[in-house]
């Protein structure tokens, strides 16, 4: 039996339209679930980079990782376990504002959750959670009894611990 983990695959491209919508097809193709997936530019401009969670087998996060590397407009894909990258999630919480002024217990929640406020309204306040997921769904379910509104969570976002060497690669590219 192949022993399953939790990947973060690193996909650096070119911003192209359509793009995102071939690299989700690869996944559905193979019955893969997407656990997260975020983009933004990467720190090379005009180089962009998709991060994308999933639970495999090495031996499938390399296979996917080499058919999504065949796409025209994808440079480099590196694939990582968890213990070689550091990552967080953001989410964001809107909370009846009444239940700040007349709870004080929320004012604890938040306090001890290391989160913030970052904004209040008559009708509601928004608190902003960075961390683990574990971390911001514990908080979640903390706020649930004071009149939570809204709730969302981004993609994991990663660095890794180890060089990536995306700019030698890019380097060579451009000599060619």
Known sequence: MQNINKYTISIYTENNVGLLNRISA???????????????????????????VVNLSEEKVKNISLQIEKQIDVIKVFYNED???????????????????????????????HAKIITVSPEFFVIEKTGFREETDELYKELIPYGLLQFVRSGRISITKNKMDISSILTKINKK
């Open 26 to 52: 690869l996944f559905l193709k193979r019955h893969i679930n997407i656990e997260s997936i975020s983009s933004s530019e990467s720190e090379i401009k005009n180089i962009f980079r998709f991060v994308i």
């Open 83 to 113: 213990k070689e990258t550091i990552f967080q999630e953001s989410a964001l919480y809107k909370v009846k504002t009444s239940s700040l002024f007349e709870k004080r217990q929320v004012q604890n929640i938040i306090k001890n959750s």
